[in-house]
């Protein structure tokens, strides 16, 4: 049912990739260090394919928008609500399209983005339901959804929470960032979805018109009948009633609910655009009242916590709610039980929290949490079986290995080799980076490159990157200029967000001091040269201006 967005799919290839810190450093505006490359190598193939798939993609995801989009950005399907095909997939048909131009593709990308999303907004704050009561006079509000869960709001806004990477200066994109955030901070009157007192979000239903307290509904869900035989739908279903079947039991949102933690994102958002440390200082209440729960609750994050801030209710059922520990509802199209706990998309408000205090104590919840689930293996049959689930009898969604949901972010945030899954390393070519997932949350990388020249984000043309080791303290990255007979300049920078602090280079046995979050490379013609590059992660407070502004 959903119009597919395949077209720059290969883009994922380069692509993706407290106590409080008084002392953190704050990004310097300039790159005061440069070094000058004029090593001559032969074009390596990796950098000529990767700026290959840079401008192969420009063609394809013009195709794409001509085909799906119209002249005013309007997305052409058939416009519904709800948590299949509704509002948030409509928003992930530009998916990957703000990193892609962030890596250095054309910035017609940019401008095809940037009008898609304005002609969703428009379009979805136009549609209305007719049943739905919460959307009967717009499915968005204030340009953000009225009201979903936050697996779906974290869907959909993928497209918005990356847009900053190339355009923090948008008066636009700012203006929405602060206003979004609000939506979550107590600050509009229209959404009262977070209650200070409590330090809790009032239900896992929640968005620009406020929480859902009462039970939900399966239409509430579903949305509107339509003719389901008109469109392939993707879970199996073959009428409305299955629809409406497959959501009877997703009726539990009334409450907090680890879902939640992802809405940290709008306000870092926030706080990366104008560095305003009351964004900073919900991030931080609002995270450290998870972690209070955690440790009240064995380690293990709850899924329920009640409208007064009691983990699990008065009746102490911690795996309760819609997509939590417990929840296994009937599919009606095979009528087997299914689990179906998200707790993975709690990961961004751990890695927010890390972003903007630089406090480990984060990572390290969700670590005991990996071990405090994983202690409750059993033996069965000669063999060691986990546990993914929780219910009212114990444990139960048995498998043959070890839990590990959120084991890479683990690694990747601690950089701890005991910490790496099984032997595995999972991170994205050019910027060092975790592969930005579905769960709203924001760019995580340990290098990010800009044009001086062309005053954009990404690497200059004919510039190609390659990050082939990570570790605590040290980051190799290979910089190559591919053109012949001219030279490129292009500014290196620690993390995403200029987190992290450079602090020297090394090329062969010459180290050069550099003692900030950027650093400047001149490249000879056809020039290239292995850099290592020493560091100090989660130094710095983030930024998400560019170094120039």
């Known amino acids: 049912m959903r119009v597919g967005a395949v077209a720059c799919a290969g883009a994922v290839l380069v692509?993706?990739?407290?106590?409080?810190?008084?002392?953190?450093?704050?990004?310097?505006?300039?790159?005061?260090?440069?070094?000058?490359?004029?090593?001559?190598?032969?074009?390596?193939?990796?950098?000529?394919?990767?700026?290959?798939?840079?401008?192969?993609?420009?063609?394809?995801?013009?195709?794409?928008?001509?085909?799906?989009?119209?002249?005013?950005?309007?997305?052409?399907?058939?416009?519904?609500?709800?948590?299949?095909?509704g509002p948030d997939d409509a928003f992930e048909n530009l998916n990957r399209w703000p990193e892609l131009h962030a890596l250095g593709a054309s910035d017609e990308i940019l401008r095809m983005y940037t009008l898609g999303h304005e002609g969703l907004i428009r379009q979805y704050t136009d549609a209305r339901t007719t049943e739905v009561p919460i959307a009967r006079q717009g499915m968005y509000y204030k340009d953000f959804i009225v009201q979903s869960d936050w697996m779906h709001h974290g869907e959909g806004l993928q497209l918005f929470n990356r847009m900053g990477l190339s355009s923090p200066q948008s008066a636009t994109y700012q203006e929405?960032?602060?206003?979004?955030?609000?939506?979550?901070?107590?600050?509009?009157?229209?959404?009262?979805?977070?209650d200070p007192a409590h330090r809790i979000i009032r239900s896992m239903q929640n968005g620009s018109k406020g929480p859902m307290l009462r039970p939900a509904t399966a239409l509430d869900w579903v949305g509107d009948p339509f003719d389901v035989k008109s469109f392939d739908a993707e879970h199996g279903e073959?009428?409305?009633?299955?629809?409406?079947?497959?959501?009877?039991?997703?009726?539990?949102?009334?409450?907090?609910?680890?879902?939640?933690?992802?809405?940290?994102?709008?306000?870092?958002?926030?706080?990366?655009?104008?560095?305003?440390?009351?964004?900073?200082?919900?991030?931080?209440?609002?995270?450290?009242?998870?972690?209070?729960?955690?440790?009240e609750n064995g380690g293990i994050i709850p899924s329920h916590v009640d409208l007064e801030g009691r983990v699990g209710g008065a009746d102490g059922r911690w795996w309760g709610g819609a997509y939590g520990w417990g929840f296994?509802?009937?599919?009606?199209?095979?009528?087997?039980?299914?689990?179906?706990?998200?707790?993975?998309?709690?990961?961004?408000?751990?890695?927010?929290?890390?972003?903007?205090?630089?406090?480990?104590?984060?990572?390290?919840?969700?670590?005991?949490?990996?071990?405090?689930?994983?202690?409750?293996?059993?033996d069965s049959g000669g063999r060691k079986q986990y546990p993914t689930m929780y219910g009212a009898s114990g444990w139960y969604g048995w498998q043959d290995s070890p839990w590990e949901v959120g084991a890479v972010d683990v690694w990747y945030w601690s950089q701890r080799p005991e910490d790496l899954p099984r032997g595995r390393e999972t991170w994205s070519l050019m910027w060092g980076a975790l592969m930005p997932g579905r769960n709203g949350g924001l760019l995580e990388a340990r290098l990010r490159y800009f044009d001086p020249v062309r005053q954009r984000a990404g690497v200059p043309e004919d510039v190609a990157a390659l990050v082939s080791e990570l570790s605590d303290t040290r980051t190799t990255v290979t910089l190559v200029n591919l053109h012949p007979s001219e030279p490129?300049?292009?500014?290196?920078?620690?993390?995403?967000?200029?987190?992290?602090?450079?602090?020297?280079?090394?090329?062969?046995?010459?180290?050069?001091?550099?003692?900030?979050?950027?650093?400047?490379?001149?490249?000879?013609p056809g020039c290239g040269e292995r850099l290592v590059l020493t560091m100090r992660r989660y130094a710095n407070t983030p930024t998400a201006r560019h170094p120039w502004q």
Not at 178 to 185: E, H, K, Q, W
Not at 492 to 518: F, K, N
Request: hydrophobic content about 40%; some cysteine; glycine content about 8%.
């Open 15 to 85: 692509a993706a990739g407290v106590s409080f810190l008084s002392s953190r450093a704050v990004a310097r505006p300039a790159a005061a260090v440069s070094i000058q490359i004029d090593t001559p190598i032969d074009p390596p193939r990796w950098a000529v394919l990767e700026r290959r798939l840079l401008a192969d993609n420009l063609p394809a995801c013009r195709e794409f928008f001509d085909k799906y989009f119209d002249d005013r950005g309007s997305l052409q399907c058939f416009v519904r609500w709800g948590a299949n095909d």
């Open 176 to 194: 929405r960032a602060r206003r979004f955030a609000g939506l979550y901070m107590a600050e509009d009157p229209d959404a009262p979805n977070y």
């Open 238 to 295: 073959s009428s409305f009633e299955q629809f409406l079947a497959h959501y009877a039991e997703y009726t539990d949102v009334a409450g907090d609910h680890f879902l939640n933690l992802a809405a940290t994102t709008l306000p870092t958002n926030a706080y990366l655009l104008t560095g305003d440390q009351k964004y900073r200082r919900w991030i931080v209440e609002y995270m450290d009242a998870w972690l209070e729960r955690m440790r």
């Open 328 to 378: 296994s509802p009937v599919n009606p199209v095979t009528g087997r039980r299914e689990d179906r706990n998200r707790i993975g998309w709690a990961l961004p408000g751990f890695g927010n929290a890390l972003l903007v205090t630089g406090d480990q104590k984060y990572v390290d919840a969700w670590r005991t949490m990996t071990r405090s689930v994983n202690a409750h293996a059993r």
């Open 488 to 524: 490129r300049t292009v500014i290196v920078q620690g993390g995403a967000y200029g987190e992290h602090q450079l602090v020297s280079v090394g090329r062969g046995d010459q180290t050069t001091p550099i003692d900030a979050p950027v650093l400047t490379v001149r490249l000879g």
